[in-house]
């Protein structure tokens, strides 16, 4: 995500790391309760605490702070990284619906939640290996 000349990042607007490890929390904890995100859990194994700190890492470089992720594990080949999950419409739109309400939930202002969500929807459905 590149910000506009002469204003704030996503990773600054949303509050820093602190902003970031709250909307990170409330998503993954949001998958572990909510039955409607029970396709998506499935796929994430038992322990979430790996999934958690890794798109922690990731979502501070891609909104524009800290690269924490590159640092560690080089470019995020996202879709490669991905390849051995079965990620299809149901897996992306619960995800979608996580983020979306993990947003809501940690009070992430409006205009950025619409700049996120497009730029989620991208890079989700860019991460679908299955056809429906």
Known sequence: MTPQPGSPSAFERIGGEPGLRRLTERFYDLMDLEPAYCVLRAVHGRDLSNARQRLYWFLCGWTGGPQHYTERFGH?????????????SVERDQWLACMEQAMAQTDVDDALRVQLRQSFFQTADWMRNQSD
């Open 76 to 88: 995020p080949r996202l879709r490669a990284r991905h390849m051995p999950f079965a990620i299809g």
